[in-house]
């Protein structure tokens, strides 16, 4: 046994900062498997599974980690099925296969006519007469142009084309214009014009004079190691000194085109045109996806709209579409269409009426969303909000039994059972939140050898199962205490007691004897938070050893202690809900109370009372048991 005597001394070590942390890491932990959970549910990612539980917790009126922890304890309830969209990645356009094969071949023309002699060019460029057509063709055009004339072979043939001119606006793919390209020979700079064969065609207009033009074709070239594809269109003319050639490079057309596509895949939104007059319809990739159809169907016709979507939804969409034709106005709805696998697809419409100069609708324009997604989570997010509900009713029981029990367990204060050679006072204060309820207890008995047996503890965590540990806690100690033993062996049964609770269960507790012949307390600590003697105006926590709390380590050996006391002395416990706060050190908290303790009253009951008033603990966080003996 270890001497505790005259420990005025530094505050005792305790372990109810650990069960603080604790506390912290579970509700990390929870919140953390509850995001999973409404994720697996929603079929949404985490993050956003984060920002709906916010949302269920506010709609439901209770914190947050309440609201988490009630989805992880209902979680096997199985998963709602969320109907989710199908979404693939984009495909980077024209593989990398594709593009090395172009630059292969435009590599092969470049060191074909790279071979070719070129160094009489310039003089053959300086011999070309004044062309009044050729010049018109080129300040006239407000495309890229440019004044081609032909170089000839040994057998007469023409084997590639001199830029003899371009005008300000003309420019390649490359980005090069008339500085750049004027007096180079066309298939140096231009080798997609063999691969197209472009080349071919200018020939063609060359020697027979007609004219050639081609409507927005893809067009691959290379140069300088680099490939590069478009859609083109390009006119060609003969004039008297050779070709005039002029394109257009569908650039922004096609950005604008690639933009709209993907914004459609993305958001799920389809457009489709109706031209009522011909009966034709027009609608986009996106659009004829979201009601089931391939590029090679036809579109239904707004009469024919009703006979795709689910049977249900016939009375709403007939109705839409009579209220367009009729009142010519914009309408808006929502109906499903059966897919080929039997799956339900939710599309949100508006339709509007085009008017021609009669009054009378032209054409229709129509937008469809895919909305499945939006849906199912709703439902999913509806059907959690109703478990949760009953997950919440069953708590709610849970903790009117856990009162309850607490009532049925613990004796009234003025019914407590006066120990010898001791003067007591005893409050027990259970949460003003029925949530928070927890595991305080206390207990007394007069032992058949005279002693006084005291004892404080605090069953981790809130509610029934804390309850329920309080009280086969309090109870196994009383039934172990008839054993006669001292307080360590006492306190050491309890942890094995503890240990092996179905569900597992952990607490703290501060058992001890007092024996009025002697005046000696013999008295062992779990974990708890350490008792203060008040001796002849001076308070100060007694010294403690770091025994661990109960349950957490079985078959651990509690060191007993020792304290003799004198006539006047008081002995103060308590549990971590008189001292503990999220926002203050615990240690700052039990100075406070010690010093509150050295300017109290002398007698038990006042000093309970003064002390409640002082510490201002937060009756709603916990349950808060005080205890006051004093040495008569």
């Given at each position: 046994m270890a001497e505790a005597e005259g420990a005025f001394g530094q505050p005792g070590v305790h372990a109810a900062d650990v069960d603080d942390l604790r506390d912290a890491a579970h509700d990390r932990a929870v919140l953390s498997e509850a995001r999973v959970v409404l994720a697996r549910r929603l079929g949404i990612p985490t993050g956003e599974?984060?920002?709906?539980?916010?949302?269920?917790?506010?709609?439901?009126?209770?914190?947050?980690?309440?609201?988490?922890?009630?989805?992880?304890?209902?979680?096997?309830?199985?998963?709602?099925g969320a109907v989710l969209a199908g979404r693939r990645a984009p495909r980077a356009e024209g593989g990398t296969a594709e593009r090395q094969a172009v630059l292969s071949e435009a590599e092969e023309v470049l060191r074909r006519v790279t071979a070719e002699d070129t160094a009489g060019d310039a003089e053959m460029l300086a011999g070309v007469p004044d062309d009044p057509m050729?010049?018109?063709?080129?300040?006239?055009?407000?495309?890229?142009?440019?004044?081609?004339?032909?170089?000839?072979?040994?057998?007469?043939?023409?084997?590639?084309?001199?830029?003899?001119?371009?005008?300000?606006?003309?420019?390649?793919?490359?980005?090069?214009?008339?500085?750049?390209?004027?007096?180079?020979?066309?298939?140096?700079?231009?080798?997609?014009a063999v691969l197209s064969g472009l080349f071919d065609d200018y020939v063609e207009v060359l020697e027979s004079g007609n004219r050639l033009e081609r409507s927005s074709f893809l067009y691959s070239t290379a140069q300088g190691g680099l490939s590069r594809s478009s859609r083109v269109s390009v006119r060609?003319?003969?004039?008297?000194?050779?070709?005039?050639?002029?394109?257009?490079?569908?650039?922004?057309?096609?950005?604008?085109?690639?933009?709209?596509?993907?914004?459609?895949?993305?958001?799920?939104?389809?457009?489709?045109?109706?031209?009522?007059?011909?009966?034709?319809?027009?609608?986009?990739?996106?659009?004829?996806?979201?009601?089931?159809?391939?590029?090679?169907?036809?579109?239904p016709m707004p009469q024919d709209l009703p006979k795709v979507v689910a049977e249900d939804d016939l009375p709403l969409v007939e109705e839409a579409v009579q209220t367009m034709f009729s009142r010519r106005e914009p309408v808006e709805a929502e109906h499903r269409v059966i897919g080929q696998d039997g799956t339900p697809r939710h599309l949100w419409i508006f339709a509007e009426p085009v008017l021609g100069d009669s009054g009378?609708?032209?054409?229709?324009?129509?937008?469809?969303q895919d909305i499945t997604r939006r849906r199912g989570v709703e439902r999913a997010l509806a059907e959690t909000r109703r478990q949760m509900l009953k997950q919440q009713e069953r708590m709610a029981q849970e903790r009117r039994v856990a009162v309850t029990l607490r009532r049925a367990i613990l004796p009234d204060e003025d019914e407590s059972e006066r120990l010898p050679g001791l003067v007591s006072s005893i409050r027990s204060l259970a949460a003003e939140s029925t949530a928070r309820i927890g595991g305080d207890w206390y207990a007394t008995r007069v032992l058949p050898d005279g002693r006084a047996l005291f004892a404080i503890g605090d069953a981790a965590g809130h509610g029934l199962p804390a309850a329920a540990a309080m009280a086969r806690s309090r109870n196994g100690l009383l039934g172990l205490a008839c054993t006669g033993e001292p307080a360590g062996r006492l306190v050491g049964w309890l942890n094995e007691l503890v240990s092996t609770m179905d569900p597992p269960a952990t607490g703290t507790a501060v058992v001890g004897h007092f024996d009025p012949a002697r005046r000696v307390m013999e008295w062992t600590c779990a974990g708890h938070p350490p008792p203060i003697l008040i001796r002849d105006g001076r308070a100060a926590p007694l010294e403690v050893f770091r025994d661990p709390?109960?349950?957490?380590?079985?078959?651990?050996?509690?060191?007993?202690?020792?304290?003799?006391?004198?006539?006047?002395?008081?002995?103060?416990?308590?549990?971590?809900?008189?001292?503990?706060?999220?926002?203050?050190?615990?240690?700052?908290?039990?100075?406070?109370?010690?010093?509150?303790?050295?300017?109290c009253s002398s007698r038990p009951e006042t000093v309970l009372d003064e002390v409640l008033a002082r510490m201002e603990h937060d009756r709603a966080a916990d349950d808060t048991t005080l205890f006051a003996l004093r040495v008569e």
């Open positions: 599974a984060l920002q709906h539980l916010i949302w269920l917790a506010r709609d439901l009126d209770m914190e947050l980690s309440e609201a988490a922890s009630l989805l992880v304890k209902d979680g096997g309830a199985g998963q709602v050729a010049r018109a063709v080129l300040d006239a055009t407000l495309d890229s142009s440019a004044h081609l004339i032909p170089v000839r072979g040994a057998d007469g043939n023409v084997t590639d084309f001199l830029f003899a001119d371009l005008n300000g606006v003309a420019r390649d793919m490359f980005g090069r214009g008339r500085e750049e390209l004027q007096g180079l020979r066309l298939l140096q700079t231009e080798p997609g060609c003319v003969r004039v008297p000194t050779g070709l005039c050639t002029t394109w257009r490079y569908h650039y922004a057309e096609d950005r604008t085109v690639r933009r709209l596509e993907r914004v459609e895949r993305l958001a799920l939104m389809g457009f489709g045109e109706w031209d009522l007059a011909t009966g034709d319809a027009d609608w986009t990739p996106q659009m004829l996806a979201n009601y089931g159809l391939t590029s090679d169907q036809v579109p009378l609708p032209v054409s229709i324009n129509i937008v469809s709390m109960l349950g957490a380590m079985p078959g651990w050996e509690y060191t007993m202690m020792t304290t003799r006391l004198d006539p006047g002395d008081m002995l103060f416990l308590y549990t971590d809900g008189l001292v503990e706060r999220r926002d203050a050190d615990l240690d700052e908290r039990i100075a406070r109370l010690t010093d509150i303790l050295r300017d």
